[in-house]
């Protein structure tokens, strides 16, 4: 039987959500707290992958079983994981669905601040930079959705397949008093550290050390190697998940709250 695991997580304490020896990963965390309560190794496919320090609003995990389990795996489930990580659902899926394949489109929100603020220390990217041409950023994002190969974008586009994507939405928000900003884009796939270098580029074009059209380059010419920068790891946050069969909330209101003034909640 197949379970489908609705979770999110503060990636602030891992190395992403991806096993590896460098490193504590949320995928670790997760498999080790299930194998403690099943008494048997136990091992999960995640909806995707997440660099160190990046969050999580809304992510999915899927994971066999041979017989269901009769007490409240959700409890326990919880009550053994650490404060950072929470299961929201448990989802019994008929046949056998695949978290990461199945997946039909993915969107990410990256936040901005730019004045020293304890509170928002690890949640939002600090870039303390007073002017933003948020015009020019918008001009920027709208040419994402006119081209869908990010071979540029990505920080090793040869350990893909392909590096063609299809982006659906990209937006640039900025709040009233013009010192908190948010960068949200959704694809049906992303590519390694795609959206991270994306928002480097942006910032870059919103401070005036890029121009719309050198960003256009590397679109119409992606082969082209160019300087790739990412943007800070902690403002960034898979915020959606929809599945052809499956499209809910996150439980979370975290990043919508994070969100609040600049443009509205999250989907």
């Not at 979770?7 to 707290?33: C, F, I, R």
């Not at 949200?184 to 401070?207: E, H, P, Q, Y």
């Amino acid at each position: 039987m197949r379970y489908f695991f609705h979770l999110g997580y503060l990636g602030t304490n891992y190395s992403g959500w991806q096993k590896h020896p460098d490193g504590l990963s949320v995928q670790q965390v997760l498999e080790e707290a299930l194998s403690q309560i099943f008494k048997m190794p136990m091992y999960i496919t995640g909806c995707g992958r997440t660099d160190a320090q990046v969050h999580a609003s809304q992510f999915f995990f899927h994971m066999d079983v041979e017989r269901e389990w009769d007490y409240d795996l959700l409890f326990r489930l919880n009550k053994l994981l650490p404060d950072d990580i929470a299961i929201f659902d448990i989802i019994k899926m008929e046949g056998q669905p695949h978290a990461r394949f199945d997946a039909v489109e993915r969107s990410y929100d990256y936040f901005i601040h730019t004045y020293k603020d304890p509170f928002l220390n690890g949640v939002s990217s600090l870039y303390a930079i007073k002017e933003w041409d948020v015009e020019k950023m918008q001009r920027t994002a709208n040419l994402l959705l006119k081209y869908n190969n990010y071979h540029a974008f990505c920080k090793m586009p040869d350990r893909n397949d392909h590096t063609i994507c299809n982006i659906t939405s990209a937006q640039v928000y900025i709040n009233a008093k013009g010192d908190r900003l948010r960068f949200s884009i959704s694809a049906n796939r992303f590519l390694g550290r795609m959206v991270r270098i994306i928002t480097g580029k942006l910032i870059d074009i919103g401070t005036g050390t890029l121009s719309v059209d050198e960003f256009e380059h590397y679109l119409i010419h992606p082969q082209e190697t160019q300087l790739i920068k990412p943007a800070y790891p902690q403002g960034l946050y898979l915020s959606k998940i929809k599945y052809p069969y499956l499209d809910i909330p996150s439980r979370s209101d975290f990043v919508p709250m994070l969100a609040d003034g600049l443009g509205g909640l999250i989907a």
